[in-house]
């Protein structure tokens, strides 16, 4: 970038000492300019020319080459200064989105204790082996697949699996690497070598998508691959042409004169400054777009991926449902159990601690881990749990009704007597359906890919409108199902979850959602919100498929000037300070143009004046 804007200040430098009557500094000026300019891309185009590779940097070589030869150093210093400023914006945003796939291995622990026959042992967590027995404690991160072996615990697999609710697993139950333990320490033979395990194979499809996709030319040089060789060949034969006539120096100039008017300056500019204004516009509204090539691809989407895990739901278990028996109210159901999960550290507890915030914690607590908790309020015993525990009795049909809906079911007990249910469950984004509707009503299908359980996924995806749903995914089949849905058409995946990370980098594009979303998730996406609002997503499509229009038309301008100027030149009619004067006209047009890109979209404009809905809970 300081090359590039170097070369700025010397051209400008040189313009206006021309203008004060001093050519001689001005010619060394722009010749300082054009060498600054020039740096950033001919190095790169001589690399690609011996790998057999032409593109646009090539192009702009030889046409800088060829302006100075016929003495205008100045159009020369132009068209260097032009072309490297894109070409060093497009690189830097497009190395932006290949930074640091090392957040994924941060939820692996840098060391872990291992059982050896003589005590714990603490070893390097790339140290462990197969077969080696861990010792996981309260808040530890398990360092390699395994199997529990002694001990019960609630996991935390959100990073992994998606399940927002986190498991409770006891001997004989797998664990994967990076799961965070729960309050009790647990026994866990490894399954999977420290350096060869889930994790670590997920950092492996992120690097091999990020490897896939960077084999994509962009689009200026896909349209210049075979303009480049075309431009080249007509100038030698115009040049041999001077040769078999005898007039080899007019020939030669005419020549060099065709191979200025081939050269696809306006589109080689027109293209980074449609989307770099594209890309500005959008950041304003908190859509970070990190490549060029991923705004190209972001306007061809058809079909959108949706992790359910913090994407479409909050990742806040919340109680959305209360049943009774006779003679027990709601807020006395939901008293009693907000007393006896006052101070647990369970994941259902906040939920209903937040349904009942002034009640009174209760005595007496035992928590059984895995089945529910026990506790003295008042005159009663109250006793909480799953349905594995806690029998529902006569409100059996009510339970089943509440898990077909996705909910987690707490059955209450009072002095052994059964007195109600509550439902506990993820819910959607308020603003999720609204998204999904307005994706559907641009054409564009939507799919959803959790590894929550069938259900649950199920009954949340009729909430928010989509029909296409795929549970129990863990990472790798995330990429596979996004790799099926992007042969039928250009996909995007929208996630925030670590587990995401190689479905994200798999997709046509990859959209993290949120600054607070897993860095893994961040660093492997396309594109990247600053917030949660989900209308995001629908606005963001339509300004980039706005956008890829004017860009669109930038080239099919950029390729009508070459087609018109080309003959003239060819035979005469414009001599190189015409072909100039209409290639600096015609590039003032098409970057005015491009930066049309820049006016602030429709869509997000609207998103950003309407407050994100509330959520309908069912009450409490």
Not at 399 to 413: D, F, K, P, R, S
Not at 490 to 506: E, K, Q, R, Y
Not at 545 to 554: E, F, G, L
């Amino acid at each position: 970038m300081v090359r590039s804007l170097a070369s700025g200040v010397f051209l400008l430098s040189g313009y206006g000492i021309t203008w004060a009557g001093l050519p001689v500094p001005a010619v060394v000026l722009q010749g300082v300019a054009l060498v600054a300019g020039a740096s950033t891309f001919v190095p790169g185009a001589i690399r690609r020319l011996r790998r057999g590779r032409l593109g646009v940097g090539l192009l702009m070589t030889i046409a800088a080459i060829g302006a100075v030869l016929l003495g205008h150093v100045g159009e020369a210093a132009a068209l260097a200064f032009l072309f490297s400023l894109a070409e060093e914006l497009e690189d830097r945003a497009m190395d932006r989105a290949k930074e640091g796939l090392r957040a994924l291995l941060a939820l692996i622990p840098g060391t872990v204790r291992v059982s050896r026959p003589d005590g714990d042992a603490t070893i390097p967590a790339p140290d462990v082996r197969e077969r080696d027995v861990l010792v996981v404690g309260a808040g530890e991160r398990v360092a390699t697949d395994g199997l529990v072996i002694g001990g019960r615990t609630n996991l935390d697999t959100s990073a992994i699996t998606g399940e927002s609710i986190p498991v409770h697993v006891g001997p004989g139950d797998h664990v994967a690497a990076g799961s965070v333990n729960g309050s009790a320490t647990v026994r866990i033979e490894a399954t999977a070598d420290g350096r060869d395990n889930s994790l670590t194979q997920i950092v492996a499809l992120v690097e091999q998508a990020h490897a896939q996709k960077g084999e994509r030319a962009r689009l200026a040089d896909r349209i210049a691959r075979p303009l480049v060789p075309a431009v080249l060949v007509a100038a030698a034969l115009v040049a041999l042409f001077g040769v078999l006539v005898g007039d080899p120096w007019t020939w030669a100039e005419r020549a060099l004169v065709v191979l200025v008017a081939a050269s696809p300056c306006a589109m080689a500019i027109a293209v980074p400054v449609t989307v770099i204004s594209a890309i500005g516009s959008a950041s304003k509204f908190g859509v970070v777009i990190k490549s060029g090539e991923a705004f190209e691809r972001l306007g061809t989407i058809r079909t959108v991926a949706l992790d359910k895990t913090g994407t479409l739901t909050r990742n806040e278990p919340a109680v959305v449902d209360v049943k009774t028996v006779p003679g027990v109210s709601r807020d006395e159901l939901l008293s009693w159990a907000g007393a006896v999960e006052a101070t647990s550290t369970h994941p259902m507890a906040a939920a209903l601690i937040a349904a009942a915030p002034g009640a009174e914690p209760a005595t007496e607590v035992v928590e059984e881990a895995g089945l529910g908790i026990t506790g003295r309020v008042g005159e009663h015993q109250i006793r909480i749990g799953n349905t594995r525990w806690l029998a529902p009795g006569h409100l059996r049909p009510a339970a089943e009704e509440m898990a077909a809906q996705g909910m987690t079911v707490v059955v209450v007990e009072s002095d052994g007597q059964l007195v109600g249910l509550i439902g506990v469950r993820d819910e959607l984004r308020p603003e999720s359906a609204e998204a999904v509707h307005l994706l559907h009503a641009q054409g564009i299908d939507t799919t959803m890919l959790t590894g929550d359980n069938t259900r649950t996924a199920q009954a949340l995806a009729r909430d928010a409108g989509i029909t296409d749903v795929r549970a129990e995914h863990l990472p790798a089949d995330k990429a596979r199902a996004v790799a099926s849905l992007v042969e039928g058409g250009p996909t995007a995946m929208v996630g925030d979850g670590i587990n995401d990370a190689p479905a994200l980098a798999t997709a046509t594009v990859g959209i993290a959602m949120g600054l607070k979303g897993s860095a893994a998730a961040i660093e492997s996406a396309d594109v990247t919100f600053t917030g949660h609002d989900l209308r995001l997503l629908p606005g963001t499509l339509a300004h980039a498929r706005r956008r890829r229009r004017i860009m669109t038309t930038n080239i099919g301008l950029a390729l009508a000037i070459v087609i018109v100027l080309f003959p003239l030149a060819l035979f005469g009619v414009l001599g190189l300070a015409g072909v100039v004067l209409v290639h600096e006209v015609a590039e003032v047009v098409v970057i005015l143009n491009g930066l049309r890109a820049a006016r602030r979209p429709t869509a997000l404009r609207h998103l950003a004046a309407t407050p994100a809905p509330q959520p309908q809970l069912t009450p409490v």
